[in-house]
């Protein structure tokens, strides 16, 4: 056999023991949070037609998705984000009532990028879309929910970081900029290049009190009070005004879900995804420079699949939600109890029975023929909650 063959592709692995085991219940626990909430689990394929990754949807660029032909030279592609396949699953099978839908999902994505610099290229996420309703309610449940799953994933110091993309496209609306210029500011900022910032606003001509706006989104960022200051920077520019305005109200369904403690905002804060219509949020913790959830409002992405319909929603990778939990020694899983029954010659039948009544209690238990050569000596329970037989 070639060694090759051993191996897996740069950017997967293979997950088993321990580690598995407190994947799932990982996955478990944060499955049992967003059920409380009545959102109801959906599978979508792992590959789809590559027009639902497009850039026409704002998604993921072309050449970060493994892409591939079928037999009748349709172009697919391994999903590298979750939310366009369940917006287009939601407009082909709901909204028959008109009700709001609530929709959550566990799966694999994956990203062909060359960049991760150790991140893997499969990874599995959890998350959730909330579908049909426009309102600020609707952005506070998401967010709560959020604060519910990395409670239960055992997290107690986090920060949920929270942004409205309309603050900054109401004043690049204002000041006339054009599509290109939009984009490389955004991408500055989003970056966090302050010079960057400054040498794409001294390109253009706008008045000086917008470009130092612009220039200050960095300074955005805090608690409730710096919503205040950055509505003043923007009197009389009525889309970034009416963004700082949902904040503001927001933050006053957040104080009744009791959840505050864990909110700051960031009007500086941008995403790639260019779905994104409204409120974005990110989670962040100790452990990594990384948010673990990603979120936000996206009330257009569904027309392109035949809906006008707002939604909101966010995702979590499990696999850095592991690593983080592991960085902080934060255990979640449960202790399952487990046996080990071993039998010699003319055993099979008193194995058989004993291994039966063990799994009856719950305990999880395998059951080995004993090797005559093997010295039992040598067979020790690994932990408090392992039990060994020998018969």
Do not use: W
């Not at 996955?27 to 789809?48: D, N, Q």
């Not at 984000?81 to 287009?88: E, L, S």
């Not at 099978?93 to 060359?114: A, M």
């Not at 920077?233 to 009744?256: M, N, P, W």
């Amino acid at each position: 056999m070639r060694k090759n063959l051993l191996h897996t592709p740069e950017g997967v692995r293979d997950i088993y023991g321990h580690e598995l085991i407190r994947k799932q219940a990982l996955e478990e626990k944060l499955k049992a949070v967003t059920k409380s909430f009545g959102y109801s689990e959906i599978e979508t394929p792992s590959f789809e037609f590559f027009d639902i990754f497009s850039r026409e949807t704002g998604t993921t660029p072309s050449r970060e998705v493994y892409k591939f032909f079928d037999s009748e030279n349709n172009t697919l592609a391994l999903r590298p984000d979750f939310t366009p396949g369940v917006a287009r699953a939601a407009v082909k099978y709901f909204f028959e009532d008109g009700l709001p839908i609530r929709l959550s999902y566990l799966g694999h994505s994956f990203s062909n990028r060359s960049d991760l610099q150790g991140k893997l290229k499969e990874v599995t996420e959890l998350g959730l879309e909330y579908m049909g309703e426009p309102s600020v309610d609707a952005d506070a449940e998401v967010i709560n929910i959020a604060v519910e799953i990395l409670k239960a994933a055992g997290l107690e110091d986090f920060q949920i970081c929270v942004g409205n993309t309309e603050y900054f496209r109401g004043l690049c609306e204002y000041a006339g900029l054009p599509d290109d210029t939009v984009s490389e500011l955004s991408e500055n900022i989003r970056n966090k290049n302050y010079f960057g910032t400054m040498d794409c606003l001294n390109d253009i001509e706008i008045e000086e009190g917008l470009k130092n706006t612009l220039q200050s989104f960095p300074d955005f960022f805090g608690g409730f009070e710096i919503l205040s200051e950055a509505g003043e920077k923007v009197k009389g520019i009525r889309r970034s005004e009416a963004a700082v305005e949902r904040l503001q109200a927001l933050y006053e369904r957040l104080k009744l879900y009791g959840v505050e403690e864990h909110i700051t905002f960031d009007l500086g804060m941008l995403s790639k995804h260019s779905y994104y219509t409204g409120m974005i949020f990110r989670a962040y913790t100790f452990g990594t420079g990384e948010a673990i959830i990603r979120g936000g409002r996206y009330d257009n992405l569904l027309r392109n699949f035949g809906r006008d319909k707002a939604a909101v929603g966010f995702t979590v990778v499990i696999d850095q939600l592991l690593s983080t939990l592991k960085r902080q020694n934060i255990e979640n899983t449960e202790g399952e109890r487990k046996a080990f029954v071993y039998y010699r010659e003319g055993s099979f039948a008193e194995a058989l029975k004993k291994s039966g009544e063990l799994r009856s209690k719950g305990i999880i238990t395998s059951m080995t023929r004993l090797d005559e050569a093997a010295f039992e000596k040598d067979i020790r329970p690994e932990g408090e909650n392992e039990e060994i037989y020998i018969l």
